[in-house]
């Protein structure tokens, strides 16, 4: 699960894969068309599913173009992916033949790989804002899609945000390179940078419409921009400095974040395997607007 900055024309070529299905994106207006050659309607359902959670959390889908090569392999499951960034976004996805529809409609893996379409290529040292986000939005904009509920979000985040806190030799995010500090680190920064943006905006504005207008100001994976340029894109969206100020606290320095009281503070608990959610809790109004389900008009 990542993304692969290349140049036009340098994708490797799918053939080099073996067995593989292509499907071809094509978008207008938002409306999701999935051509019918070489794909069975078991993928395309997937595909849609996972589109569908973008749609939920972007508005649209980021691209009006990008090609997926399934590779089939041994096995069951969604087993691996990558995103390409060239001239036409290109989504690599490995997929076990024994695959069953319960594990196609529980995949996080595709949608996660389709956020990465929805940011501009960054310097390498920022792979940490690319992974960091696909790995924040992806269970949210699944629970705003209805395909997961705000409860299976919260004990997601409860059970594996600890791994994004700094260590004792860690440097701030651009400095640190560990795949917890990437994924799970960049994640934090996105849940502090939505929780601050919804508490200074009265909560009409969070990290959903920052991320809108970065991909409305062009900032989709076929480009190239300088990580200042999208934090200010997307702070002009919601009026408040929060990505921009954040990042350059966090940038160099290890921050620390008191998690249980920011829990207790969006009324989020787990007891053991279980988690429950506190609607009289200081903060649960933006707990809420933050995985809320989205219904969207069909195109």
Same mark, same amino acid.
């Given at each position: 699960?990542?993304?692969?900055?290349?140049?036009?024309?340098?994708?490797?070529?799918?053939?080099?894969?073996?067995?593989?299905?292509?499907?071809?994106?094509?978008?207008?207006?938002?409306?999701? @068309?999935?051509?019918?050659?070489?794909?069975?309607?078991? =993928?395309?359902? $997937?595909?849609?599913?996972?589109?569908?959670?973008?749609?939920?959390?972007?508005?649209?889908?980021?691209?009006?173009?990008?090609?997926?090569?399934?590779?089939?392999?041994?096995?069951?499951?969604?087993? *691996?992916?990558? /995103?390409?960034?060239?001239?036409?976004?290109?989504?690599?996805?490995?997929?076990?033949?024994?695959?069953?529809?319960?594990?196609?409609?529980?995949?996080?893996?595709?949608?996660?790989?389709?956020?990465?379409?929805?940011?501009?290529? =960054? @310097?390498?040292? #920022?792979?940490?804002?690319?992974?960091? +986000?696909? /790995?924040?939005?992806?269970?949210?904009?699944? +629970?705003?899609?209805?395909?997961?509920?705000?409860?299976?979000?919260?004990?997601?985040?409860?059970?594996?945000?600890?791994?994004? =806190?700094?260590?004792?030799?860690?440097?701030?995010?651009?400095?640190?390179? /560990?795949?917890?500090?990437?994924? *799970?680190?960049?994640?934090?920064?996105?849940?502090?940078?939505?929780?601050?943006?919804?508490?200074?905006?009265?909560?009409?504005?969070?990290?959903?419409? @920052?991320?809108?207008?970065?991909?409305?100001?062009?900032? /989709?994976?076929?480009?190239?921009?300088?990580?200042?340029?999208?934090?200010?894109?997307?702070?002009? +969206?919601?009026?408040?400095?929060? =990505?921009?100020?954040?990042?350059? #606290? $966090?940038?160099?320095?290890?921050?620390?974040?008191?998690?249980?009281?920011? $829990?207790?503070?969006?009324?989020?608990?787990?007891?053991?395997?279980?988690?429950?959610?506190?609607?009289? @809790?200081?903060?649960?109004?933006?707990?809420?607007?933050?995985?809320?389900?989205?219904?969207?008009?069909?195109?």
């Amino acid at each position: 699960m990542g993304l692969n900055a290349s140049h036009p024309g340098t994708t490797p070529d799918p053939s080099r894969f073996g067995a593989q299905r292509h499907i071809e994106l094509q978008l207008d207006d938002g409306a999701l @068309a999935i051509a019918r050659e070489q794909s069975s309607a078991e =993928l395309r359902a $997937w595909v849609a599913r996972a589109a569908g959670a973008i749609r939920a959390y972007y508005g649209r889908f980021p691209l009006q173009h990008a090609r997926i090569t399934v590779e089939r392999v041994h096995g069951s499951g969604v087993r *691996w992916a990558r /995103t390409f960034a060239s001239s036409i976004a290109h989504v690599r996805i490995g997929v076990g033949r024994e695959t069953t529809f319960e594990q196609f409609e529980s995949d996080w893996i595709l949608t996660h790989e389709f956020v990465h379409l929805a940011l501009p290529q =960054l @310097a390498d040292q #920022h792979d940490w804002l690319q992974e960091g +986000a696909a /790995t924040y939005v992806e269970p949210i904009a699944r +629970a705003r899609a209805g395909q997961l509920s705000a409860e299976r979000v919260w004990a997601k985040f409860v059970l594996q945000m600890p791994n994004g =806190l700094p260590g004792p030799k860690d440097r701030g995010l651009d400095y640190t390179s /560990t795949r917890a500090r990437t994924y *799970w680190g960049g994640a934090l920064f996105c849940l502090v940078a939505d929780v601050e943006m919804r508490k200074r905006t009265d909560n009409r504005f969070g990290l959903q419409d @920052a991320l809108r207008a970065i991909v409305e100001d062009g900032g /989709t994976v076929d480009h190239r921009w300088q990580i200042r340029k999208a934090l200010r894109s997307g702070d002009r +969206a919601t009026g408040v400095d929060v =990505l921009s100020k954040l990042y350059e #606290h $966090w940038r160099e320095t290890p921050m620390q974040v008191d998690l249980e009281s920011l $829990w207790r503070d969006l009324g989020v608990a787990r007891d053991g395997h279980r988690t429950s959610l506190n609607d009289g @809790a200081p903060l649960a109004a933006i707990r809420r607007a933050i995985t809320e389900q989205q219904i969207l008009k069909e195109q």
